[in-house]
């Protein structure tokens, strides 16, 4: 195990940010701490790094016990949400800081920078200030500057927060590639459930200081410990008395054996989906999602009365 | 920079022409005009007056002194203006209020008070610690120490003024990156928070700089005016013109006043550039 936590509790005044926190995350992978703003995944991170410190419990980085270690002593990589690039130094002076304060010789300084530059793609801007880079840009200096270190591990905090949605999709599939091709152990905040979905190698669910559920994505996904971790990994509607993703029914024109029916009272189209809200008579309103072109194979309409039931193998908790 | 969002473009009518001159005018009459015949009276009879200045070694000796104090206090107030600046912004302490508020209180007072406050504490005969130092064989006030004491009380909160929105406005998260990069916080210190605040520090020199050579009156208590020692540039000024020789007192004055300009100067070409720098 990489990282072992254990029983760690902070509080910041009367709130209550981490309570009793048992996590144990392995070498190599790539965790999500995923959960709602405010909910303590950036407290244990900067508690993972010795940027804060627990109020109880311990922290164990790769067998050496860091609770009390400062920050410059636990060899951690750390990026932040809005880059903290140093903004008087040049790209490649970023990424060398680390390495001149470790005194390495300026002949291997050059060889490690100009290597990192090429593996995020920066070589160009090797003398360009921060100023003059693109939020992605920025992060990805900011992401080559912890590497230099050679971490133990690497930590981001809500790493593409900060950045336009299509940036932060390119930036997202390229942390998976780098990932797989430096293996340091990593883990990263985000509260973008498909992007912990997408490029986790496990995701840790936490919601208001405590530890929701711990599992792959899929893992997650099909098998959700609670109403919380279903509602929070994608859209959850209400059919009849179970909670299930508005893609997991079935609807259909013709009477069946269903959960409810009702009129489509409601039809909104985003892109390649349309969503359809059903308000059956004995039951909550419910939400459907089909693709366009089911909609058209099953002939829907906005006011046809359909019949809805959970389609087979779809996810359901008792609400 | 932001100066930029404030300015209103476009729809000049009569009401701001009006007040663009009124400005003017005000200007003109307040300070600009006054100034300008300061220097016209400066070099009435030539380069003479200057000549006469250079050539009194008590006069060169007063300007020595003034650049001394001056020089010093600033050097003082830079060391001691950046480490309070941190402490403001860098730390949460008990009465943290009370010291920003007493860090503004030199610019409130009257000098004159800041004098006779100081004879109050140093004085070699009555003062309250001044004794102790004089049996140390430290002569406070009357001499050089209290001159730069002096100074320095006055022009103390001027560096800190500039950079503490500085400090507030860059955050923490640099030298939090530092620090997990390895550094020390001295190493973060110098290598990144110093660095951040550079051109702050830099305003707050020249400023501290200009105010400190002007100093007239708490130097004056705490001095002695004596010819020849203690007697600064500004009271040798007075002293010339009182004397009737006003044109060495426009000299000296023309002295002091053109280091400000030319601090105001170096300041304003300073700005421009850092502000192309971060654009």
Avoid at chain 1, 192 to 206: F, N
Avoid at chain 2, 158 to 183: H, M, Y
Avoid at chain 2, 185 to 204: C, D, E, H, M, N
Avoid at chain 2, 271 to 276: G, I, L, N, P
């Amino acid at each position: 195990m990489s990282i072992e936590i254990s029983d760690v509790n902070k509080h910041f005044g009367d709130f209550v940010a981490l309570r009793d926190i048992d996590l144990n995350i392995p070498t190599g992978q790539l965790t999500a701490l995923l959960g709602p703003s405010g909910g303590g995944k950036t407290t244990l991170l900067r508690i993972i790094a010795g940027l804060e410190e627990a109020d109880s419990g311990s922290v164990v980085i790769e067998g050496q016990d860091a609770t009390h270690l400062p920050v410059q002593k636990r060899n951690v990589g750390f990026v932040f949400q809005h880059y903290a690039a140093f903004k008087h130094l040049s790209v490649a002076r970023n990424i060398a800081f680390g390495l001149e304060i470790r005194k390495r010789p300026p002949a291997e300084i050059n060889a490690k920078v100009g290597e990192l530059l090429d593996l995020v793609h920066l070589r160009q801007f090797a003398h360009r200030l921060p100023s003059q880079l693109s939020g992605g840009q920025r992060q990805r200096m900011a992401l080559a500057r912890a590497l230099a270190i050679e971490p133990t591990v690497l930590l981001l905090d809500e790493p593409f927060g900060a950045l336009d949605a299509k940036v932060r999709k390119e930036l997202r599939d390229w942390l998976r590639r780098l990932h797989d091709e430096v293996h340091v152990t990593t883990v990263f905040v985000t509260h973008d459930q498909e992007e912990a979905l997408e490029v986790a190698d496990s995701i840790v669910v936490i919601n208001e200081g405590r530890i929701e559920q711990i599992g792959t994505p899929d893992e997650l996904y099909d098998e959700p410990a609670s109403e919380f971790v279903l509602s929070f990994l994608g859209p959850v509607t209400r059919l009849a008395d179970q909670l299930i993703r508005p893609h997991d029914i079935e609807i259909s024109r013709y009477e069946q054996a269903s959960s409810a029916n009702g009129p489509i009272t409601r039809w909104t189209r985003v892109g390649f989906e349309i969503r359809l809200e059903v308000t059956p008579v004995d039951h909550p309103l419910v939400q459907v999602t089909v693709t366009r072109a089911e909609a058209t194979a099953l002939g829907l309409h906005l006011g046809d009365h359909v019949w809805l039931r959970p389609a087979v193998g779809a996810d359901r908790v008792r609400a | 920079m932001a100066e930029s969002h404030l300015t209103r473009h476009g729809r000049s009518g009569p009401v701001t022409y009006l007040l663009r001159a009124f400005a003017i005018v005000y200007l003109l009459l307040l300070v600009a005009w006054p100034v300008a015949l300061v220097v016209t009276h400066t070099f009435d009879d030539g380069l003479e007056s200057l000549r006469a200045v250079f050539s009194d070694p008590d006069t060169v000796h007063a300007l020595r002194l003034s650049v001394l104090a001056a020089a010093v206090a600033t050097v003082i107030n830079t060391v001691f203006g950046v480490g309070v600046s941190l402490l403001l912004v860098r730390t949460e302490f008990p009465g943290k209020r009370l010291l920003s508020a007493l860090l503004d209180l030199p610019l409130s007072v009257s000098p004159i008070v800041v004098g006779l406050a100081l004879v109050l504490v140093y004085g070699g005969r009555t003062g309250w610690f001044g004794p102790t130092l004089e049996s140390w064989g430290i002569q406070v006030i009357f001499s050089t120490p209290g001159i730069i004491l002096a100074t320095a009380f006055v022009s103390l909160p001027l560096v800190i003024r500039e950079v503490v929105p500085t400090l507030r406005e860059i955050g923490i998260e640099q030298e939090q990156a530092a620090l997990s990069l390895g550094a020390s916080s001295w190493q973060t210190f110098w290598r990144i928070t110093l660095p951040s605040v550079k051109w702050a520090v830099v305003y707050g020199v020249v400023l501290t700089l200009a105010r400190s050579l002007g100093e007239f009156g708490a130097v004056k208590v705490v001095s002695g005016n004596v010819l020849g020692e203690t007697r600064t540039a500004t009271l040798a000024v007075e002293e010339k013109y009182l004397n009737f020789n006003a044109s060495e007192a426009y000299a000296i004055a023309f002295l002091l006043a053109g280091v400000s300009v030319v601090a105001i100067a170096i300041i304003s070409i300073l700005r421009s550039r850092e502000k192309k720098a971060s654009s």
